[in-house]
């Protein structure tokens, strides 16, 4: 599937070049020649725009770094140093800043997509699961660089999390010790979280590598889920999803640029402009909005028989990940698309919407009637994974399917085929 | 499902209910504290700016008045003089530094020495240490008010989805002055205590102060006609020196202390926006021009 190269090199020179190291050939038929599925709809760019974050990140990231001060008791004031004194610091802390918020919109909706397209089944099993590395990494990383600050926020976030390894039997209290460095946050966990928040974004570029290859070997799903039968069905990535890419990528940084420039504080907490004070604890301990729905399924948990309610919750949390990363097994649907699947659409929203509801729960302050509903979203949670994604495929009937991505999208009736006698193969009910 | 969450509504109300009134019967009457009324800002919305005025008039308070007691350490006298500020000439500056003592040194013979502020200096600390802040402010320190505008806010609603409906509106109203809606709130706030309220002496009771359920530290700061403004042709000043003014220039000047790059942020926004419009126009019809070979 990957593209064949036509690439000719154009001089003596370019020549010379190709003959020791393809690298314009891979490039050629990695950007250029390599077919794309006609019928990809905009939840296709945010690829793309995933790519430029990551790299708006680590170039951002890289110049914060040239005037940010990772010691405890100046951090706090080297990040006000650069909002003041250095040229465009402002802005370029703004950027970092809202940058990792919309990166992580961007994740959360190309991986509702991939839920949505069934982008996870055979043959892009690996695909998917080089995606959920990503998506751990970037959580990883996000955490830690929320730290830097040093405000209230960063510090007692810090603690509670880190606290969290604790709960591991036997090793956590060690592994805890290892994360801070010390017997408690201090500046030694600012020192080393400074270093992985640099060291990280470069392993997930080495990921992103993957996940573009595992792409280009697989090809891409589309909104049929049908495979790529002919050439029909494709067309070459320049100009037409090159394009497609910039127009997306234009508007999703008008969204970008309007909290930048407009609201760059909304999405942040206002605690974090005091400066960590490890005697007072602030009256309500929030993440960012990317972590809500985790942090609701941490908090949800109660004791569980032996299990102890702070490592079920540390348990639950990290497994409603490891859910994500089972999905290619756990759909036993042989039909990618929701289009042409009336059962699993109605549940894939509800699934968004419970989401929304953790995301909502984990924002709270924690009362009685909240917990409650934490533990019926966790609860409804697992059981989408566990019970309804398996049994869907057994029991739903799937709608009629196009015989091709190139007559679904320019009408079949040219090559009509009865609709059942194709269809009936996909159907297990 | 709507039975069953009709059921949900009513445990949730069940256990809220139950949760204030076992609360109301160990510490007599709670304190509910008042959400700070929205005030209209000059430098609110996407094309706000500070009003030099304003700021030159909260210089004033500040120095007057909260300078006793509150750092500023993140700003500089020279910053006095910046674009979007208040933009004091570099002359005033001087003459503004000049009125503090700065500590400097080891001079040659090893000892620190006081000499008058430059506008390369930073705003000196009222207090030496934490320690000594405490001492004189009974037990409790004057935060320092370099990002305060930025660092206090509230939550009006606690109920679905009134808090939803509040936080998506902010958002798409660009709705950014919670703090200082809310210091002019609180130098407003000092109230006398509703019936039943216990105070300690050295205590002050402020209806907007959620973090100490009522009970601040801060004395009531400002009282009309405590601070000159400047006056007009008629000898008169030309706002009213009352709290209300008071507070709001005040609030107005430490925005501007927490955020001083907010004019020219708003405005190379307006030019990021119109290129970016711009550029998803043309991207637009190029797309539609390339694809139209392919829907044909």
């Not at chain 2, 005025?53 to 006793?68: D, F, H, M, P, T």
Request: charged fraction near 15%; glycine fraction near 8%; include cysteine.
């Amino acid at each position: 599937m990957s593209g064949q190269s036509t690439y000719v090199p154009k001089n003596a020179l370019a020549k010379w070049f190709e003959a020791r190291l393809p690298i314009g050939g891979l490039m050629h038929s990695s950007f250029i020649a390599y077919p794309t599925p006609r019928n990809l709809n905009y939840m296709w760019t945010f690829g793309g725009i995933l790519s430029f974050m990551l790299g708006a990140q680590i170039l951002t990231g890289i110049v914060l770094a040239m005037h940010y001060t990772p010691e405890s008791s100046l951090a706090f004031n080297s990040v006000e140093h650069i909002m003041r004194d250095v040229n465009g610091g402002w802005l370029l802390r703004y950027l970092h800043l809202n940058g990792a918020s919309l990166f992580f919109a961007a994740a959360y909706i190309h991986t509702a997509r991939g839920l949505y397209y069934g982008s996870y089944k055979s043959p892009r099993e690996v695909l998917w699961l080089l995606g959920i590395i990503i998506l751990l990494l970037m959580m990883a990383t996000a955490f830690m660089g929320y730290v830097l600050p040093w405000g209230q926020m960063s510090f007692w976030g810090a603690t509670v999390i880190t606290n969290l390894f604790s709960a591991i039997p036997i090793v956590g209290d060690t592994i805890v010790t290892y994360l801070w460095g010390g017997y408690a946050v201090g500046n030694p966990t600012l020192n080393r979280f400074y270093s992985l928040h640099y060291l990280l974004p470069f392993v997930i570029a080495g990921v992103v590598a993957l996940h573009v290859w595992a792409l280009h070997v697989a090809g891409q799903n589309n909104p049929t889920g049908i495979d790529v039968k002919s050439s029909k069905d494709t067309v070459p990535f320049t100009p037409y999803a090159t394009v497609k890419d910039a127009l997306g990528l234009v508007v999703f940084l008008l969204v970008y640029c309007w909290f930048v420039f407009y609201e760059p504080n909304i999405l942040g907490d206002a605690d974090n402009y005091i400066q960590a004070n490890p005697l007072k604890t602030p009256p309500h301990i929030v993440p960012e909005w990317y972590f809500l729905p985790f942090y609701a399924i941490l908090r949800s948990m109660p004791d569980i028989f032996f299990i102890p309610a702070k490592l079920a919750g540390v348990m639950a949390m990290f497994g409603a990940i490891l859910m994500l990363a089972l999905v290619p097994w756990l759909d036993t649907s042989r039909v990618r698309s929701a289009r042409f699947r009336p059962l699993y659409r109605p549940f894939f929203w509800v699934l968004i919407l419970v989401c929304i509801g953790l995301g909502y729960i984990g924002a709270k302050e924690v009362t009685p009637g909240r917990i409650v509903v934490g533990q019926i979203l966790t609860a409804y949670y697992y059981v989408h994974f566990l019970v309804i994604l398996p049994l869907l495929g057994l029991i739903e009937t799937p709608n009629d399917m196009p015989n091709s991505i190139s007559e679904s999208v320019l009408g079949g009736n040219a090559t009509a085929v009865p609709a059942g006698a194709h269809a009936a193969p996909e159907r297990k009910g | 499902m709507k039975r069953v969450r009709l059921l949900l509504a009513a445990a949730m109300a069940f256990c809220c209910a139950t949760g204030f009134a076992a609360r109301a019967q160990e510490e007599g009457p709670a304190f509910v504290p008042k959400i700070p009324d929205r005030q209209s800002w000059s430098f609110a919305g996407p094309f706000g700016v500070y009003d030099t005025a304003q700021l030159q008039r909260g210089y004033k308070i500040y120095r007057e008045v909260c300078a006793n007691c509150h750092s500023m350490e993140d700003m500089h006298f020279r910053n006095l003089a910046d674009p979007g500020g208040p933009e004091f000439t570099e002359g005033q500056v001087k003459a503004l530094a000049a009125e503090f003592k700065v500590t400097d040194g080891p001079d040659d013979n090893g000892k620190m020495f006081k000499r008058p502020g430059r506008p390369a200096d930073p705003f000196p600390r009222p207090f030496p240490n934490e320690q000594t802040a405490k001492l004189a402010n009974g037990g409790a320190v004057p935060p320092d008010m370099s990002v305060l505008a930025k660092a206090r806010s509230y939550e009006p609603y606690d109920w679905f989805p009134a808090d939803i409906g509040y936080a998506l509106w902010s958002m798409l109203t660009q709705y950014q002055t919670q703090g200082p809606d809310y210091i002019s709130a609180l130098l407003q706030g000092f109230k006398k205590p509703p019936p039943g309220f216990k105070i300690e002496p050295g205590q002050n009771y402020n209806e907007v102060f959620a973090a100490g359920n009522g009970i601040i530290a801060m004395p009531p700061p400002l009282q009309d006609g405590v601070v000159q403004y400047p006056k007009g042709p008629d000898g008169k000043p030309v706002v009213p020196e009352t709290v209300e003014q008071y507070s709001k220039d005040v609030a107005a000047f430490l925005m501007w202390v927490a955020e001083p790059k907010l004019d020219y942020r708003k405005q190379l926004g307006l030019e990021v926006m119109i290129y970016l419009l711009a550029a998803a126009g043309l991207m637009y019809f190029v797309k539609k021009k390339v694809w139209a070979k392919v829907h044909a």
